[in-house]
């Protein structure tokens, strides 16, 4: 079953950080192409899956701007949507990291510290040539509907513990119940961080 899902949630669930069994879990996921992972308490990015993602979305969680820099090595060639609102983001020079995907087209770093600049848009637009959205809006300054297809997410909890034998490893953190903030049901069409709550001080200066 985890061969056969392109998209999964797993908003809510108290993360923290990957551990080598949650990333060698994931990583089973070999068709895996948008991972959402919302509110999860998230402060690194060490052991991340590493899978093909077209589509990630890092948002309310407490990551700081060198992780952006991870983010660059991991998924430089298959990333396009990135998303990581309201998080501990404060330094340009991090967000310039980005430039490393090739591919990246959407970048949404509202409810963030450098989100909060002067003619923050036109210069993240001239930081990352390839990106013709940034938190919802277009180089002309367009609005831009989110248009992902929402239809075929799942939840961990969707798979059901029939789908694995005794010799699968499912965390412990990823069955846990009581420890979620949001629905882990099938998608109620919404994508993206949400603009409340921010990820908190850093201190980081802006550069």
């Known amino acids: 079953m ?3 899902i392109e998209n999964l949630i797993l908003d809510g669930y108290e993360i923290v950080e990957f551990t080598k069994e949650d990333k060698e879990f994931l990583e089973r996921f070999t068709n895996l192409q948008r991972l959402s992972l919302k509110h999860t308490k998230l402060n690194s990015l060490k052991n991340m899956p590493k899978v093909k993602l ?5 948002s309310n969680n407490q990551l700081r701007g060198e992780d952006l820099v991870n983010l660059t090595e991991m998924y430089a060639d298959d990333l396009v949507v990135l998303k990581v609102c309201s998080n501990k983001i404060t330094n340009l020079e991090h967000v310039k990291s980005l430039a490393g995907i090739k591919n990246l087209l959407k970048l949404d770093l509202s409810g963030t510290r450098v989100a909060d600049r002067m003619e923050f ?4 637009f001239s930081l990352l040539p390839t990106l013709q959205v940034i938190n919802d809006y277009d180089r002309e300054g367009e609005y831009v509907d989110d248009e992902f297809d ?3 997410d799942y939840s961990l909890e ?5 789908e694995y034998d005794e010799s699968d490893y499912e965390p412990t953190k990823f069955k846990a119940a009581g420890k979620k903030n949001g629905d ?8 993206g961080g949400e603009k409340e709550g921010g990820g908190g001080d850093d201190d980081e200066q802006d550069k």
């Open 184 to 191: 882990l049901n099938k998608s109620n069409g919404k994508e």
């Open 158 to 162: 969707e798979l059901g513990e029939d």
């Open 150 to 152: 929402q239809s075929d």
């Open 54 to 58: 077209s589509a990630l979305d890092l």
């Open 2 to 4: 985890p061969k056969e």
């Open 121 to 124: 848009e036109d210069k993240i």
